[in-house]
């Protein structure tokens, strides 16, 4: 499967964005997928996973309370709703798929990814 982040942008500290993952190829419905972000200077990030179907999702501490992960497999298509944005929240954004059910939030367990797409928050 390919995948194509997007909806990255600048925003005020405190604004919302909703980001995207879009499957060029492939289809979505059997794969769970995760968003991950890195930082400039700092190791990558796990932020949020979702089960294949949509009904399971986990968070990482920073996302807690403020993001909401989503999928409309029908669109083929991976959402991270972004609220309450922070200056830390700053980083290029990366959506990722793996075959195999079951949560994982190590990087490396994921083998399909996006390019990514970054996010800007200033205060």
């Known amino acids: 499967v390919q995948l194509q982040a997007s909806g990255g942008g600048l925003v005020q500290a405190g604004g919302s964005l909703r980001l995207s993952c879009a499957a060029s190829a492939g289809t979505l419905t059997n794969y769970v997928m995760v968003w991950f972000r890195q930082a400039p200077g700092k190791e990558r990030e796990f932020v949020a996973w979702?089960?294949?179907?949509?009904?399971?999702?986990y968070y990482g501490n920073a996302a807690k309370d403020r993001f909401t992960i989503s999928r409309d497999n029908a669109k083929n298509t991976m959402y991270l709703q972004m609220n309450s944005l922070r200056p830390e929240d700053t980083a290029a954004y990366y959506c990722a798929a793996r075959g195999r059910v079951g949560l994982s939030t190590y990087g490396t367990d994921y083998p399909y990814w996006g390019q990514g797409t970054l996010v800007t928050v200033s205060s």
């Open positions: 979702i089960s294949r179907g949509g009904s399971n999702t």
